[in-house]
């Protein structure tokens, strides 16, 4: 195990990955003090007293020249914040939370394997759907990451993971130096966090720096702006909806098929599933099935495993899921659209919607989304600060939706509002469809928590 005895470390941010890099310091050996911008939760506090581990206020810290060997920075922090850029003329190195999971990993005896998913939309189910198959193929997996279990969390784990499915956020890509994965893919790029980033280029360029980190690099193919950032790579492989060349995973009829990674002694194109060891069949399911498909053949596992782990894997809340049927009308909660990007395949999936819209759209633009989709909405009910932008958007490309905007003291009066509202112009034949294209911050503690909620009020209508 890693050791860091009389290593002094500095973690900015008290946030569920600062907390995790601050466990993993301390129990390593090392001196930890932990700063945030603002008040640190009750809950990160209780854990920083547990372990006698000192905290304060970044307003209240001065940087002093060899207080620190090294500054841990969380996900989320601007690279160009004055904590870093202090350390950094001092000579005091900044460290990300993936590049301390990767000095904890290879201390160990037996490291594990590591798969890195990233990309705007559909993170989560590819993650997932990795670590199913994994499973299905007897390895000592996790999915690890923003998925919930911290990448520290799971190299510190004494179960001692074989195989890690890792979901990334481009937070984190960003400031990969050190790690390596056995395998990573890109699923696709859409407008997303340009309130962090400097603009959509500066978030691609975060998102391929991944590869820089990998031996398997997999793309999307069938995404205009994956490939556009890709034709300087070499040695791609990528997946499609279409029948795939040379070189990738694709669809064939109603079969899911390998062509980039045969062996020679094998086929030149083999089977790893079929559609119907799916739960649907929507194209971003497949698309996602192809990208995990595409990770465990990297790694070769067997066919036989990957059909097995997609028939065994079930989809998180929050994703296009049905919350009820009744008098004709459909309730979806896809609360995970946090993009516009990810609302469009939502938008994509029914033909005439009641649409629950709005929240903080972190810098991102509504007019593709809206004009991509303008002829299934119905109607828009609009919640939230940034709601204006998506009005707007419906002003000037769908002007036969109707738009209210919805009001209340607290998000969960926002909601319960917007979902009576919703019950009352209902017909048979309306989806009525949480899929906001924004996050959540502005009225909810974070997407589960609007989901959640969502979902109480609309089961309470029946």
Not at 44 to 59: G, Q
Not at 277 to 283: F, G, S, V
Not at 448 to 457: P, V
Request: glycine fraction near 6%.
């Amino acid at each position: 195990m890693l050791s860091l005895i009389g290593h002094r470390a500095l973690v900015a941010g008290a946030g569920t990955s600062g907390m995790a890099m601050a466990r993993a310091l301390k129990v390593s050996g090392a001196k930890v003090l932990v700063v945030n911008d603002s008040t640190i939760p009750e809950s990160s506090l209780k854990v920083l007293e547990s372990l006698n581990i000192e905290f304060m206020l970044t307003a209240d810290f001065s940087m002093h020249n060899d207080t620190f060997d090294t500054v841990y920075a969380s996900q989320g922090w601007k690279l160009e914040h004055s904590l870093f850029v202090a350390a950094e003329l001092q000579g005091i190195p900044v460290v990300g939370e993936v590049d301390l999971a990767w000095r904890i990993n290879t201390s160990k005896t037996n490291p594990s394997l590591w798969f890195g998913i990233t990309g705007t939309n559909g993170k989560t189910t590819t993650t997932e759907m990795l670590n199913s198959i994994f499973l299905a193929a007897g390895m000592n997996s996790v999915a690890c990451g923003n998925v919930g279990f911290s990448l520290i969390d799971a190299v510190m784990d004494k179960s001692n993971y074989t195989h890690l499915a890792v979901e990334l956020a481009s937070f984190q890509t960003t400031r990969i130096r050190e790690a390596q994965f056995w395998g990573s893919a890109i699923l696709n790029l859409a407008e997303d966090h340009l309130d962090w980033h400097k603009d959509f280029t500066d978030y691609a360029a975060s998102k391929f720096n991944l590869f820089n980190y990998s031996k398997n690099s997999i793309i999307n193919a069938d995404d205009e702006k994956v490939t556009s950032f890709a034709d300087k790579i070499d040695d791609l492989k990528s997946f499609t909806l279409n029948t795939p060349r040379k070189g990738q995973l694709g669809v064939v009829e109603d079969l899911l098929v390998d062509r980039a990674f045969i062996p020679n002694s094998e086929a030149e194109a083999i089977e790893i599933a079929t559609l119907n060891d799916l739960k649907n069949a929507a194209p971003h399911t497949v698309s996602n099935a192809l990208a995990a498909g595409a990770l465990a053949r990297s790694a070769s596992i067997s066919s036989e495993s990957i059909a097995a782990g997609l028939r065994n894997f079930e989809p998180g809340m929050h994703r296009i899921s049905i919350v009820m049927e009744r008098d004709g009308v459909t309730w979806i909660n896809d609360s995970k659209a946090t993009n516009p990007h990810a609302a469009g395949a939502a938008l994509k999936s029914f033909q005439r919607v009641i649409w629950i819209a709005g929240g903080l759209a972190k810098g991102a633009t509504m007019d593709d989304l809206v004009k991509m989709n303008h002829d299934r909405i119905r109607v828009a009910l609009l919640i939230g600060q940034d709601r204006e932008l998506i009005a707007n958007s419906l002003d000037k490309y769908a002007p036969e939706t109707i738009i209210e905007r919805i009001d209340g003291l607290t998000g969960k009066e926002v909601m319960h509002n917007a979902v009576n509202r919703a019950k009352q112009i209902c017909e048979a034949g309306d989806v009525v469809l949480l899929a906001p294209a924004c996050a959540s911050m502005d009225q909810f503690e974070n997407y589960a928590e609007r989901g959640q909620i969502f979902t109480e009020l609309v089961l309470r209508l029946g």
